[in-house]
């Protein structure tokens, strides 16, 4: 599902601001897996989930995911790719406060040309699946950090995607609300989905359903 091979990633490259984030990482992860990538703060975690979800371009390396070089993707592509195959969960959710949870939820729907139907009823699945479909119609600032979490959820299942990446999920969570997260990925890995978590949350190491843990350090694999 996914193949990372002799990844680099430098900011700033040739200023004297450069910064080595990611230095020749290599691992592949299987369809159906759940992987944790663990690391302090400022290792490189953020940043490689960024180049699988073709969100940020590497410096050099291979990233293949589902028999796509997502670094040689042109940027439409990427976007394309993204909204098919990626499920992407945020620390801060980055949902749009103004708008309501349905609206939030079909929002990756929009650039893929579907019939208002379809995503009526992709955004109804998600919403039952997430279970904040009772909170439909309330605007995403008035959710608490739970409902935002099960709401940001939804939006990253709308599009049914097989990868589904999480950026330290529970980091802005209650325990409650973290450990009801677990529950809902269980489940995601029973379904069959491929799961990468970033996170240095202790609450996921006694799962019996995390396959494989990934020690990154100072952009390096461990
Ligand atoms: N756009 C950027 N420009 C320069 N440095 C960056 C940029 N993004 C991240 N970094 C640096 O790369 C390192 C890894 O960052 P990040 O991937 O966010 O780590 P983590 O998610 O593990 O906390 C950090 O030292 C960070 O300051
Ligand atoms: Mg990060």
Redo the contacts with the bound molecule.
């Keep these: 599902m996914i193949v990372v091979q002799n990844l680099t990633k430098t900011?700033?490259p040739g200023t004297p601001q450069a910064?080595p984030?990611l230095r020749n990482i290599t691992f592949e992860v299987a369809e159906n897996e759940l992987v944790l990538l663990k690391?302090v703060?400022?290792?490189?975690?953020?940043?490689?989930l960024a180049i699988i979800a073709s969100m940020l371009k590497p410096t050099s390396g291979d990233v293949i995911v589902e028999g796509k070089h997502v670094a040689k993707l042109p940027d439409l592509h990427a976007s394309h790719f993204r909204a098919t195959t990626i499920g992407f969960i945020f620390q801060s959710f980055n949902l749009l406060e103004h708008l309501s949870v349905t609206e939030n939820v079909a929002v990756p729907l929009i650039p893929l040309g579907f019939r208002q139907k379809e995503i009526d009823a992709k955004v109804e699945w998600a919403l039952q699946l997430a279970n904040i479909a009772h909170k439909r119609e309330t605007p995403a600032a008035a959710l608490s950090g739970g409902e935002k979490q099960r709401c940001a959820i939804a939006r990253a299942l709308v599009n049914d995607p097989k990868l589904i990446l999480c950026d330290e999920p529970t980091a802005n969570l209650d325990r409650d609300n973290a450990r009801a997260f677990v529950e809902v990925i269980k489940s995601l890995k029973k379904s069959g989905y491929t799961i990468l978590i970033?996170t240095h949350d202790t609450i996921f190491d006694d799962l019996k359903e995390v396959d494989r843990i990934l020690h990154i350090e100072n952009g390096e694999m461990r």
């Design positions: 900011f700033n910064f984030a690391g703060s400022g290792s490189g975690k953020s940043t490689l970033a």
